[in-house]
Structures are given as structure tokens and as C-alpha cells.
């Protein structure tokens, strides 16, 4: 249970050099962005590799995404060419991975995935603040596949991406102590993704 984004990406056949471009570009601007941790580098897999192991454990939620599964037979059909980054939004939120699959049975780049964002909002992890960046991040990481081309899908269970409004997510009571506590978790930032959730915020007061 939880609030989650679910989201499908399409990149067609394109040739392998151009889906590693596209995935370099989207971990450049996943690394600008104020995410909890991004992975330092983008991975690529092949064959036996692609196949999710709990032992491997540099490529563990990356892998475990990538899984398709056949619900008519119960088969778990694995990529044989994979590449991708996984990333943390914010504390408590589930990790984002951004990775697109090749697949034996289909020639197409493609890739099926989820993040619950919810439970960003515990008080441990920050609150309702922590949970509004958490899910606003998403939708920003989002945004740039559909830049690229790459977007096929996108369900947002609390509206958020279909209404891009934040009473979707926080109460018009709560924006002040909302606003001063992102302030509060991120000081220093000036981004562009920042500003942008700013004036939404400003919107609802």
C-alpha cells in the first residue's frame, strides 16, 4: 500500500549507441537535480547478467525492474541487453530506476516500472515536505524521458502528473510550514526544479 508513480518507456529498435546516449543524458540530469543518491555511473548488462540475483547487489533494484513477467504462463522473462541507473528521490520514498530492456521476444527497447513515494511522508524522513520533493522529483525525472521520446506511460495514484497540482498532494493549510520546511532540507539549492516547485507552492497561498 502507499502512493506510487507507475510508469512504461519506448524507446522502439533504435540502435544501442543512441539508447546509451539517451541514458547518459538522463543520468546528467539526474545528478542535477537534489535526489537523496544517484548512481555514480550508468550500468550496462548482458546475457546472465541481466538476470536479477539477490547476490548481486551493485545492480539489485535495477535488475529485479527489468523483470517482465508472461501473467498467462507465470514466466519471468528477463532482458538480455539492460541499461540503466537506479537513484533515491528522498529518504523513505522507494528507489527510482531509469533503464530501458531489451527483450528476446521483442526488438524494441522498452521498460515497465514503480515507485511509491508515500511513505517519504513518515516524520522520520522529513514529513509531508520530504514527501512532496520526493514525488515532484519523480514527476521531474519523468518529464525528461518525455523530452527524449522515451515515455510510453505514466499512472500517478495521487493525480499529481495528470492535474500537475500540488493540492494532490498537500493541503492549501499546510503550504507555509511546506515551503519553509523544503527551505530547511534544501538550503542551498537554486535549481531550476526548485524554483519551479516554488511557484507552485506560491500558487496555493
Request: some cysteine.
Amino acid at each position: 500500500m502507499g502512493y506510487s508513480i507507475h510508469y512504461q518507456f519506448n524507446a522502439d529498435n533504435r540502435p544501442s549507441d543512441e539508447i546509451r546516449s539517451i541514458l547518459h543524458s538522463l543520468h546528467h540530469q539526474a545528478q542535477a537535480l537534489p535526489f537523496s543518491w544517484v548512481d555514480a555511473n550508468v550500468t550496462e548488462l548482458k546475457g546472465k547478467d541481466c538476470v536479477f540475483s539477490p547476490e548481486n547487489r551493485t545492480s539489485l533494484l535495477l535488475t529485479l525492474q527489468a523483470i517482465q513477467h508472461d501473467f498467462a504462463t507465470g514466466e519471468s522473462i528477463y532482458p538480455t541487453h539492460l541499461i540503466g541507473f537506479e537513484t533515491l528521490p528522498r529518504p523513505g520514498c522507494e528507489g527510482l530506476v531509469i533503464f530501458l530492456g531489451q527483450y528476446c521476444h521483442k526488438e524494441n527497447w522498452m521498460a515497465t516500472g514503480h515507485c511509491k513515494t508515500q511513505f517519504a511522508s513518515q516524520p522520520e524522513y522529513g514529513g509531508i515536505a520530504n514527501f512532496v520533493l520526493a514525488h515532484t522529483l519523480v514527476v521531474e525525472m519523468l518529464e525528461q524521458t518525455q523530452n527524449l521520446g522515451i515515455l510510453d506511460n505514466v499512472f500517478d495514484e495521487t493525480g499529481y502528473w495528470q492535474q500537475r497540482d500540488l493540492r494532490c498532494l498537500v493541503d492549501r493549510v499546510l503550504v507555509q510550514g511546506v515551503r519553509q520546511a523544503i527551505i530547511q532540507i534544501l538550503p542551498n539549492s537554486s535549481s531550476e526544479f526548485l524554483q519551479k516547485l516554488q511557484r507552485q507552492l506560491d500558487e496555493l497561498s
